[in-house]
């Protein structure tokens, strides 16, 4: 139930205020006051005339008011008769980054001299390559033209597009355009297959994993409640990745579920599985049945032989689909484009193709990715733009190189930031909202705290390598200063 509080506070003095004054009082008209709902109420006056006249002042006010209240508050507010979904409810606190956003400004609040460099989050700091900004520029303009102009597109992207997604993600691996779902990003198509995969489905996540595999699978009602205990929701299966499993999980522990939500390289672990493993998590599904859902956004990245695509594996595409975003290649966290590739042999226990299920999804819920956005994308998978997005690249994992050897030098175990943009470093015994606090206080960097990542992330913290070079150097600097 909201409440509508009101406080009003009124300090008087002989020298500034009248208001008590015997004259006034009998200019005002009795009046009374009524409020819907339960009201309390504390009267509260301070005044400084001789208290001969502040007691008559206050007798002839009163006569006049019938009620007077200080600090009133109102208990009841309108209200409709539409119940709350009762899974938002579940949620715990705020999301993730957005609550990490709230205490960086607050910190920033608190010390508006310091210069607060961000580690944080992991959004791109780099500018997008002028041969796909040059490419969304001219799209625009022809807009402004007739012959130019085009208004809501295919929904499921514009073919030329998908044609290059999948010849340039998916050569030799039998990927076609119509597999391919073009989109606003990652985590748009994440929550879209949610919903198509609905309520009454049970599911898995690495742990620790990017929240919004189970925030989304939350909200649509496959959990149950929040267990406070363990840090846990009930029903989600969390598969266990450790510095001691190589940050795959034991999938001789792991129970049955329809759906396995994976990402590599992963997110916040900055692991990516190997050949090895993968087989071994396609087998899985197999024998239990279930869908796989790949988040490869962090694909560019990986400098060794591990795969890029779960499609790399031997009879993937009749256990897995794929969701991917030029987001992390082509600084297109503000632009929005990634795509989901769903195989045409994945399909339902029914026999139906998912990829039809999908299509009808994005077709109800979706009016397609932007044109601009799409010629932007078209530009990036050209031959220009593939080696411009690897220079990208190549800079935020120099940025990687200089954290990991800055932790290395200071003793801590560090994992992470080979095959991805991301640094993860163990605070053993330690909370690591307490670790993000210190190192937010006494170095002004925002970094981010495993736990928010799972309960297998707490004791460690997640460095982003997304920043200026100069920042990256001195927040290093800086965490010498405080850990040396």
Known sequence: MSAIHQNVSTSLSA????????????????????????????????????????????????????????????????KTNVARNENLAKLQAGYLFPEIARRRNAHIAKNPDAKVISLGIGDTTEPIPEVITSAMSKRSEVLSTVSG??????????????????????AGLGIEENDIFVSDGAKSDISRLQVLFGSNVTMAVQDPSYPAYVDSSVILGQTGLFQKDVEKYANIEYMRCTPENGFFPDLSTVGRTDIIFFCSPNNPTGSAASRDQLTKLVQFAKENGSIIVYDSAYAMYVSDDSPRSIFEIPGAKEVALEVSSFSKYAGFTGVRLGWTAIPKELHYSDGFPVAKDFNRIVCTCFNGASNIAQAGGLACVSPEGIKAMHEVVGFYKENTAIIVDTFNSLGFKVYGGKNAPYVWVHFPGRSSWDVFSEILEKTHVVTTPGSGFGPGGEGFVRVSAFGHRENVLEACRRFKELYK
């Open 149 to 170: 102009y085009s208004g809501y597109g295919a929904e499921q992207g514009e073919q030329k597009l998908r044609a290059a997604i999948a010849s340039t993600y998916y």
């Open 15 to 78: 020298s500034t205020s009248t208001f008590l004054s015997h004259n006034n009082l009998n200019s005002l008209r009795p009046s009374h006051v009524s409020v819907a709902g339960r009201m309390s109420a504390v009267v509260i006056c301070v005044a400084t005339p001789s208290a001969e006249k502040t007691g008559a002042s206050l007798l002839s006010l009163s006569n006049h008011f019938s009620i007077l209240t200080v600090g009133a508050t109102f208990d009841e507010a309108y």
